[in-house]
Antibody, heavy 120, light 110 residues
Framework: EVQLVESGGGSVQPGRSLRLSCVAS????????VHWVRQAPGKGLEWVSS????????GYGDSVKGRFTTSRDNAKKSLYLQMNSLRAEDTALYYC?????????????WGQGTMVTVSS | SYVLTQPPSVSVAPGQTARITCGGD??????VHWYQQQPGQAPVLVVY???DRPSGIPERFSGSNSGNTATLIISRVEAGDEADYYC?????????????FGGGTKLTVL
């Protein structure tokens, strides 16, 4: 069974940093792209970042570009999101999701998310 | 960047067919994926590549894609289908690789 478990969320003041983690199990992690998607309270899904299986290709949404950095450690079956210069509008539930085998842009399994609250 | 447009809400009576649209410029040239999100839960993929269903998703869920509109079709709607639904594409045009979501549609079962 595919499992994705996010951690690292919490409350933080504007301008500070936070690092999220996502640990994968139940599949060969280094064969797949993985993604970060967030959802602000009461709002829709917003893409944050994607990283290819070998980290050669990494993309970011416009709202986080230059502030967030995605990385992965295939040996640890883990995905990371380093979030710097946090803003109130970054407050959201952050999900990690696995890309499918046939299409990296199909998010076929999702974690339950970790909540990030940015407030003074 | 590419934009996907969904109606905020759709209502349907139990047993009827729900159609949730997703509009985008020449969306037929993209593979469209659909996610169901129940309240307080993570999204679940219900249709991928326009028309295919992951294992475990009922046959009542289907999709189509033509011209500028993709559609999620839910036949014989049940109370348990009440949820938010999101369309999504992978935009790999130009020099970027972006996941794009529609704004979401709340399906209400009357």
């Amino acid at each position: 069974e595919v499992q994705l478990v996010e951690s690292g969320g919490g409350s933080v003041q504007p301008g500070r940093s936070l690092r999220l983690s996502c640990v994968a199990s139940g599949f060969t992690f280094d064969d797949y792209a993985v993604h970060w998607v967030r959802q602000a309270p009461g709002k829709g899904l917003e893409w944050v970042s994607s990283i290819s299986w070998n980290s050669d290709s990494i993309g970011y949404g416009d709202s986080v570009k230059g502030r967030f950095t995605t990385s992965r450690d295939n040996a640890k079956k883990s995905l990371y999101l380093q979030m710097n210069s946090l803003r109130a509008e970054d407050t959201a539930l952050y999900y990690c999701a696995k890309g499918s085998g046939s299409s990296i842009g199909t998010l076929d399994n999702w974690g339950q998310g970790t909540m990030v609250t940015v407030s003074s | 960047s590419y934009v996907l447009t969904q109606p905020p809400s759709v209502s349907v009576a139990p047993g009827q067919t729900a159609r949730i649209t997703c509009g985008g410029d020449n969306i037929v040239s993209y593979s469209v994926h659909w996610y169901q999100q129940q309240p307080g839960q993570a999204p679940v993929l219900v249709v991928y590549d326009d028309t295919d269903r992951p294992s475990g998703i009922p046959e009542r869920f289907s999709g189509s894609n033509s011209g500028n509109t993709a559609t999620l079709i839910i036949s014989r709607v049940e109370a348990g289908d009440e949820a938010d639904y999101y369309c999504q594409v992978w935009d790999s045009s130009g020099d970027h690789r972006d996941v794009v979501f529609g704004g979401g549609t709340k399906l209400t079962v009357l």
